[in-house]
């Protein structure tokens, strides 16, 4: 019960600014679609990874990827590539630079940015006069984003 409660705060939490021992989203170095530092220097947990991907609160790659590990996730969806053996197709580094910066990698993919903070059209001002106007928080905290690469690494092509 323990795990199962420690779990859904680790998830139901949003994600907050980096910490000493984190690099900061506006520190990430992406070098052509590489990012070889590890966000925090602490092992990605696959398990937390494939609770991210699933939930709705967090990272809900689900909605928009299939991942057959996932299967117990409604709502499997078809706009990005199916994840079944991205352990093969990407190394960790590929992965880090697609998650916190999707678009640096993928210009006209519509995956959002999970680690960045800047940079972004608000349009929300020309609708409802209620975009965020002030420094925008990542979708993703940096271990979560190590989470999330450390299930996708367990995905090999069957």
């Excluded at 059209?121 to 940096?142: M, V, W």
Aim: proline share 7%.
């Amino acid at each position: 019960m323990k795990q199962i409660i420690a779990t859904v705060i680790a998830v139901a939490v949003p994600a907050m600014a980096a910490t000493a021992d984190e690099t900061a989203p506006a520190d990430v170095v992406n070098a052509d679609g590489i990012v070889e530092q590890s966000l925090t220097g602490v092992p990605g947990d696959p398990e937390n990874g494939a609770v991210i991907m699933k939930t709705k609160s967090a990272g809900n790659c689900i909605s928009c990827h299939e991942v057959t590990a996932l299967k117990d996730a409604q709502w499997h969806g078809n706009i990005g590539p199916v994840l079944d053996g991205a352990g093969d197709r990407w190394e960790e580094a590929q992965l880090r630079a697609i998650l916190t910066d999707a678009k640096s990698v993928f210009p006209d993919s519509m995956m959002p940015s999970y680690y960045k903070v800047d940079g972004f059209t608000r349009p929300g001002d020309a609708f409802t006069g209620k975009a965020p106007s002030g420094p925008l928080e990542p979708l993703l905290n940096a271990q979560q984003i190590e989470d999330v690469i450390a299930f996708l690494l367990t995905q090999k092509e069957s």
